[in-house]
């Protein structure tokens, strides 16, 4: 499992911050694939003090059930072969990440970052449970 690169922060339709992540699944032989299972995905802030100890702080998580095949397929995007799940529901510190982008102020943007972490629930070959997992930071 791969968190890829064109995972980015961006507005959605109604206006709001919208984190657009693309997830890539690979065989054993590096081919991209589809798989049923669940997807866990945390967004961090960055540590802001030394109450923190320096390490970054989990504020939002979402799950995201793929075991439907409906679901499944409607989630896989074939023209770049990943999963492309769109995150809502960001933390005001992320909306205003997304708006400095907007207005092109890549300096305050690049002041911060957004760390995501995933992890894919599914089933091996062999029928146990198989837990993939992959980290992304996204700068603006």
């Not at 320096?54 to 896989?76: C, F, K």
């Not at 990943?82 to 933390?91: D, E, H, Q």
């Not at 207005?103 to 992890?119: C, H, K, M, N, P």
Request: hydrophobic share 40%; net charge negative; glycine share 10%.
């Amino acid at each position: 499992m791969r968190l890829s690169g064109l995972t980015r922060l961006t507005r959605g339709e109604d206006g709001r911050g919208v984190i657009v992540l693309h997830l890539e699944l690979l065989d054993a032989w590096g081919d991209g694939v589809k798989a049923p299972g669940n997807l866990q995905v945390r967004l961090y802030r960055p540590a802001g003090s030394a109450v923190e100890g320096g390490l970054d702080v989990q504020e939002v998580r979402w799950d995201v059930a793929m075991t439907d095949p409906e679901v499944n397929s409607s989630l896989y995007d074939p023209a770049t072969r990943t999963y492309r799940v769109a995150l809502g529901r960001l933390p005001a510190w992320v909306e205003e990440l997304a708006d400095a982008a907007a207005r092109g102020d890549e300096e305050e943007a690049a002041r911060t970052y957004i760390r995501l972490r995933a992890v894919f629930e599914t089933v091996g070959a062999d029928g146990q449970g198989l837990y993939l997992q992959d980290e992304l930071v996204i700068r603006r």
